[in-house]
């Protein structure tokens, strides 16, 4: 389980912008009003919704990265919050575990 006053110190990644990744960027912000952290999507930022995309441009802490190459700096991050249609499998989901990144879920940090 991940608890959430572990997250304060920690270089997250919120992999995937769907319902649930905005969840979990909201939450992040909710509780860390002023902390960088990062975001990830496959698609590009033009397909995301105006919504979507005036929020994030309107906070200058979240770094973020899309397109095809979406999961390739994964490694440098100490958590990465994955959404459940990102893939496990993914070799930069692979490489950043074995570099001793940690995998959580919005539900484990919900739980914890």
């Not at 649930?20 to 999507?41: M, N, Q, V, W």
């Not at 770094?63 to 390739?72: C, I, T």
């Not at 959404?83 to 539900?107: C, D, H, M, N, Y």
Request: net charge neutral.
């Amino acid at each position: 389980m991940m608890e959430v006053a572990r997250l304060e110190s920690a270089r997250i990644l919120v992999a995937g912008l769907g319902r649930e990744g905005l969840s979990t960027c909201r939450f992040i912000r909710r509780h860390f009003p002023s902390k960088r952290f990062a975001i990830c999507d496959r698609s590009d930022f033009d397909a995301l919704s105006l919504d979507v995309k005036q929020w994030l441009s309107g906070d200058s802490n979240i770094d973020s990265f899309f397109g095809d190459s979406y999961l390739a700096h994964a490694a440098s991050f100490d958590v990465i919050v994955r959404s459940p249609g990102i893939s496990l499998f993914s070799q930069e989901l692979q490489q950043a575990v074995k570099r001793g990144v940690r995998l959580t879920s919005q539900t484990d940090i919900f739980f914890a």
